[in-house]
């Protein structure tokens, strides 16, 4: 099946740094990625919508300036974590739609744990 | 708004044992639900859904049915082996929330030989 990478698969940095995560399908062009973060023990949460070269949707309550998306190109969406504090520490998972893919019909990348000391 | 809720693990078997994942939602219209698998070190996959009341999704021995009257899409299956350990994620999606899906907090199920 398609497969959906991510880098790095765990980091570690200080506050106020900045991270950034890549999101990669390595078998199909993707126009559409989606940005996911969970808390331990709890579900994944839709963070935003990420179409290839244009502006990303944030789900209400998601800081666009805080978490910026950019999908440059078919196959490659990055997260960046701007001024990152303790709280923002979590696992972000990523998923791209194959082309006129129904919305479950998503791939998920492994994940990556970000941990901000 | 939507919302599901399903059991919290870890959920441990013994090989050819039957499982079980309870699932329950609230949506305000008509969901589609599914079933996601993550292997570990792997992204999620769907495992199977159900698009509409009665429906049965089914794959690879899994088995969950729509039940509109209870609101709940249960996952079975009828002996788990080694390599159904794995995380199990609910969902469901709704056309007139954009078709976003919305995921339960997962259940760890471990397999013992």
């Known amino acids: 099946g398609a497969v959906v990478s991510q880098h790095p698969s765990w980091v570690i940095c200080k506050s106020g740094t900045s991270v950034k995560i890549e999101c990669r399908s390595l078998?199909?062009?993707?126009?559409?990625m989606f940005w996911y973060r969970q808390f331990p023990k709890q579900s994944l949460m839709l963070m935003a919508t990420?179409?290839?070269?244009?502006?990303?949707?944030?789900e209400q309550g998601v800081e666009k300036d805080k978490f910026l998306i950019n999908h440059a190109s078919l196959t490659l969406s990055t997260l960046t974590v701007t001024s990152a504090h303790p709280e923002d520490s979590s696992f972000y998972i990523c998923?791209?739609?194959?082309?006129?893919?129904?919305?479950?019909?998503?791939?998920f990348g492994p994940g990556t744990r970000l941990l901000v000391l | 708004g939507n919302s599901v809720t399903q059991m919290e693990g870890p959920v441990t078997l013994s090989e050819e044992a039957f499982l079980t994942i309870n699932c329950t939602y609230t949506?305000?219209?008509?969901?589609?639900l599914f079933w996601y698998v993550q292997y570990p070190g792997e992204g999620l996959q769907l495992l199977l859904k159900a698009t509409k009341a009665d429906d049965k999704g089914s794959n690879k021995g899994f088995e969950a049915t729509y039940r509109k009257e209870t609101t709940s899409f249960h996952l079975e299956k009828g002996s788990v082996q080694v390599s159904d350990s794995a995380v199990y994620f609910c969902a469901l999606s709704e056309q007139a929330a954009g078709n976003k899906l919305t995921f339960g907090g997962g259940t760890r199920v471990l397999v013992k030989p």
């Open positions: 078998d199909f062009q993707a126009t559409t």
């Open positions: 998923s791209a739609l194959p082309p006129q893919g129904a919305r479950e019909t998503q791939y």
């Open positions: 990420s179409n290839e070269g244009s502006k990303a949707t944030y």
């Open positions: 949506a305000t219209g008509y969901p589609s």
